[in-house]
């Protein structure tokens, strides 16, 4: 089934409430100034409910106190205990693991921040390692289908190759990391290839789907990592963005540059938490 092109869609409400456990958040006080980024973008659901700040339990001892969203390196000592706005970022990496997984887990690590990975099932076996080490400093390990093959996940138009694979996956990464995910990226986004029907399946399967709102086009930029910097920077405006990226050479060589630009634009960074779900797929779909 066709899609109309959806445009750009402005976000309704994505404040976070900063509580009281967050008086070491960025708040971000540095205002931003705003080109006309005027891109066709996928739907995107603001968050419903407000993301409340929660411990994270997979970082440091203090954990308990910690909030949801990473501290920067330069993070204020303290800051009202109030109710703010907060402008997130999630980082997205997707096609690892591999040679690069660690790489930018050590650059993540170095900025204190964190983000979430989309992994392919067939290359798991021999980078447990490198699994193991994104998830234990704080990162989350999403699923992106055993094969990324686009002609055996959406050759037949319905979803039972895309969900065996994802069942597949989501038992392999079990095994390895003791975390069962639920959160799956549907290799090439879910536009055009799933249909409502298919749709359906993936969330009776109770599978959770995130596309994104940001793609940065790395991929296509081999050797060229200033532009994938352009690239983000023209299309990030919105009080939330999910950004793609893929472990490729060039993203590493930009992440830095990156992350420091969004800094100064006024954006904490987040990582995905399954009690803190929000849906980011075209389709629009809130179950997902
Ligand atoms: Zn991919």
Redesign the pocket.
């Known amino acids: 089934m066709k899609w109309m092109v959806i445009t750009a869609l402005v976000l309704s409400s994505a404040s976070l409430v900063i509580s009281a456990l967050a008086a070491n958040t960025v708040l971000g006080g540095r205002s931003a100034n705003y080109g006309s980024a005027s891109v066709n973008m996928p739907q995107f659901i603001a968050p419903s409910k407000a993301v409340t700040t929660e411990a994270e339990p997979k970082t440091a001892p203090s954990a308990a106190s910690q909030p949801a969203l990473d501290n920067s390196a330069n993070a204020p000592a303290a800051k009202p205990a109030e109710a703010k706005a907060q402008k997130v970022i999630y980082l997205t990496f997707?096609?690892g693991p591999g040679k690069y997984t660690e790489q930018i887990v050590n650059i993540l690590n170095k900025k204190g921040i964190h983000a979430t990975f989309?992994m392919?099932g067939n290359q798991l076996k021999g980078n447990e390692q490198a699994i193991i080490t994104a998830l234990d400093a704080g990162n989350y390990v999403g699923m992106?289908s055993m094969s990324?093959d686009k002609k055996k996940l959406y050759k037949t138009g319905n979803s039972d190759a895309f969900l065996k694979e994802f069942k597949q996956e989501q038992s392999l990464l079990e095994k390895i990391t003791g975390v069962t995910p639920w959160l799956i990226?549907a290799?090439?986004g879910s536009k055009p290839e799933i249909d409502a029907d298919f749709y359906d399946d993936i969330a009776a399967d109770n599978f959770k789907m995130w596309d994104w709102t940001v793609d940065s086009k790395d991929w296509n930029y081999p050797g060229k990592p200033e532009r994938i910097v352009q690239e983000i920077k023209r299309q990030v405006h919105r009080d939330v963005e999910v950004i793609l990226m893929?472990e490729k050479a060039q993203t590493v060589q930009a992440l830095p540059q990156i992350i420091e630009w969004l800094e100064k634009k006024g954006y904490a960074f987040a990582v995905y938490k399954p009690e803190q779900h929000f849906p980011v797929n075209f389709g629009k779909d809130e179950r997902l």
């Open positions: 997707d096609d989309f392919i992106h990324h990226r290799p090439y893929h």
